[in-house]
């Protein structure tokens, strides 16, 4: 009989990767409000409440007053390697005040966080729907800021979600990451899937056997991942070769091992 053994979302060493959204630990601020006639103040926190409502007057949106360079912040408590953020617009009115809104993302509160480095510009978004700005390698920053140059300015967000993983420390020479499977196993193949830096990985070898010597990296070798497109999954025939341990480990230089999912099918030995 064939078994699957899954393990989603690690950074390694050390560090755990998971696709959620790190704004709804938060905390967000503006640099205004405005008080809805229905809902009650259109407070910051508004759009990182889980919930990409789009009507204004439901509720789950922010507003600033009419001003110049309105901005709105979240403060994500820890700094993270940023891979994606989701903006959803207003539906129900004025999607375009929204036009020319710069994200910018850092880790200083000079004015306001409005001074940390670009990293994307949102030139439109339709009436109620959601744009997602992602970064290849990451942009590293504990805060998230929507920016809105210019005068006469209205802010508006329904929902902002914040994607990426803990910022590391530092780089590790030959790092690694195994997999105890309690018994040993037939390995037909193992399935890697990657964040948006795959560039990390590559040249990274998969090793199988029953040794925990050098961390389980002296075990046969199953494959070396060449590249693997960013957020997509390769598959690794590894020919029923027998083991207890699956080892993921980067040879001969300093870097960060990312593993967003890792797939081993196999098959107990008696």
Request: aromatic share 8%; charged share 20%; hydrophobic share 40%.
């Amino acid at each position: 009989m064939e078994t699957l053994f899954l393990f989603i979302c690690l950074l390694i060493p050390g560090f755990t990767v998971q696709a959620k959204n790190l704004a709804l630990n938060g905390k967000a601020t503006q640099s205004d409000l405005v008080r809805a006639p229905t809902s009650g103040e259109a407070i910051a926190q508004n759009a990182i409440d889980g919930n990409r409502d789009s009507n204004f007057f439901h509720g789950s949106c922010t507003h600033t007053d009419t001003q110049n360079n309105p901005w709105w912040r979240v403060d994500l408590l820890k700094e993270y390697i940023i891979t994606s953020v989701v903006i959803t617009n207003r539906g129900d009115c004025c999607p375009e005040r929204l036009n020319g809104a710069e994200i910018r993302i850092g880790n200083s509160l000079l004015d306001n966080g409005n001074l940390n480095p670009l990293a994307g510009v949102i030139s439109s978004i339709p009436a109620g729907r959601s744009l997602t700005l992602r970064w290849g390698t990451g942009v590293k920053g504990r805060y998230v800021n929507v920016f809105l140059p210019g005068h006469n300015k209205v802010l508006t967000l329904c929902e902002v979600e914040v994607y990426g993983y803990l910022a590391p420390n530092e780089a590790h020479l030959n790092p690694w990451w195994r997999v105890d499977l309690l018994q040993k196993h037939k390995v037909f193949s193992v399935i890697i899937t990657v964040d948006s830096a795959p560039s990390r990985l590559n040249g990274a070898e998969i090793r199988i056997g029953n040794s925990l010597d050098n961390n389980g990296i002296n075990n046969p070798r199953c494959a070396v991942i060449s590249s693997i497109p960013g957020g997509f999954s390769e598959t690794f025939q590894c020919k029923g070769m027998e083991g207890r341990y699956v080892t993921v480990v980067i040879p001969g230089r300093a870097e960060y091992l990312i593993l967003c999912e890792v797939e081993v099918y196999g098959s107990p030995l008696e």
